[in-house]
């Protein structure tokens, strides 16, 4: 049985994550309209979509009001990587707030169902661990770092209150720590900046002492993830935890990826950036009972299909 076609609407479309979401919903035989800026994504990303009938990409910045008639939204706009959303704080904050405010009205006005990509960074540095959806969170509301949590903390808000107020069919997933092809060899994030380094014979660079842990997702469950969520019933709106619970600290990071790429590369220390959350790591019971979902990708494997994206883009093309 075919899928019933639907047009849908992907901010954040030429990003790491949006491009694997454009590609998916084409697979699955829908419309997409990829909307972005291009502050941090690329049009290299989604470069290999574009000869599709069915997608179609629209330069926009979201913290302007967009019209498109869609039956579904993604929201992902947004720069994710400290170092990006930390370059333009009020942008980001904007994004954050402005740009939900907007892809909420649209919502609102052509009847359609919207998905928010939220963030375990709603959990600040917490004092609860693993992290459940239940628990509120201890976010420093004038550190660095609070343009985009408190951003993001706002745009749920403005989704449940839109529910309440409006009735809007909303989701929101809280996206923990996820990698794959496609993040920008600059992005700043942890997988990335020990790949790059590492396949360059750089030193690594571990911030703090590198004890501090997270738990890293594979980006094609990441978008597995999305789409099982969007497919619930109305009643189902989160916020809902996706990631991969096998939490780990940054340094054996560091050491599982110089074995995976063989590299000389020798491990340093420098400072741990500000309010940088010591331990991070998913509950996702809620996501298993109500999704059946599962990340599937072990990390060494996920690693390695990442490692061997960046040696095929780091051969082509001198990044500066
Ligand atoms: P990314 O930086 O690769 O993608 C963000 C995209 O949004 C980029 O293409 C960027 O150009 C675009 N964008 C930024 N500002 C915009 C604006 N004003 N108007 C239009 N487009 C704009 O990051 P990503 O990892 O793909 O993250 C996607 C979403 O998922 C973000 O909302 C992020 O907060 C969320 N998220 C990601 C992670 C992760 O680990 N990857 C974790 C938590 C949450
Ligand atoms: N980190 C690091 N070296 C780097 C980049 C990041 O040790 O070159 C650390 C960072 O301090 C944090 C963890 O890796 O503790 C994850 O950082 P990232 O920026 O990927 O995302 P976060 O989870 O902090 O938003």
């Known amino acids: 049985m075919g899928v019933l076609k639907k047009r ?18 084409l697979a699955d035989g829908h419309d997409v309209v990829a909307v972005d800026n291009y502050f941090t994504g690329r049009r290299d990303n989604i470069a290999h979509l574009l000869d599709r009938t069915s997608f179609e990409v629209i330069r926009h910045d979201v913290t302007f009001p967009l019209y498109v008639e869609v039956d579904e939204i993604y929201n992902l706009a947004c720069p ?5 959303y930390q370059f333009d704080p009020v942008q980001t904050a904007k994004v954050s707030v402005v740009g939900a405010i907007n892809m909420l009205g649209l919502a609102k006005r052509v009847k359609a169902k919207v998905l928010q990509a939220s963030t375990s960074e709603v959990y600040g540095d917490p004092t609860v661990h693993p992290q459940t959806e239940d628990y509120r969170g201890n ?26 107020q409006h009735n809007l069919r909303i989701k929101v997933v809280r996206i923990f720590n996820t990698y794959g092809p496609r993040m920008h060899p600059n992005d700043g994030r942890v997988v990335s900046n020990f790949i790059v380094q590492a396949l360059r014979g750089e030193d ?34 989160g ?3 996706l990631g991969n619970p096998i939490e780990l600290p940054m340094r054996e990071l560091a050491e599982r990826i110089i074995a995976l790429t063989g590299s000389c ?21 809620m996501a298993r009972e109500t999704l059946g ?28």
């Not at 994710?80 to 990006?84: I, K, M, Q």
């Not at 976010?139 to 309440?164: M, S, W």
């Not at 469950?221 to 969007?230: K, L, N, P, S």
């Open 265 to 285: 590369s020798r491990l340093v220390n420098r400072p741990l950036p500000v309010d940088d959350p010591v331990q991070r790591c998913p509950n996702i019971t």
């Open 80 to 84: 994710a990587s400290p170092v990006h």
């Open 239 to 241: 916020p809902i935890n």
């Open 204 to 237: 690594i660079t571990i911030f703090g002492d590198g004890t501090q842990t997270r738990a890293f997702c594979y980006v094609d469950d990441m978008i597995e993830g999305f789409v099982r969520m969007m497919a619930t019933p109305d009643e189902i709106t």
């Open 293 to 320: 979902w599962l990340p599937t990708v072990q990390l060494d494997e996920g690693l390695s299909r990442t490692i061997a994206y960046f040696e095929r883009i780091l051969n082509c093309r001198k990044i500066s």
């Open 8 to 25: 849908i609407l992907v901010t954040g479309g030429a990003g790491f994550l949006g491009s694997h979401l454009c590609e998916r919903l």
């Open 139 to 164: 976010v420093n509301p004038i550190g660095p770092r609070a343009c985009y949590d408190e951003g993001k903390r706002c745009a749920e808000t403005l989704f449940f209150d839109y529910r309440r």
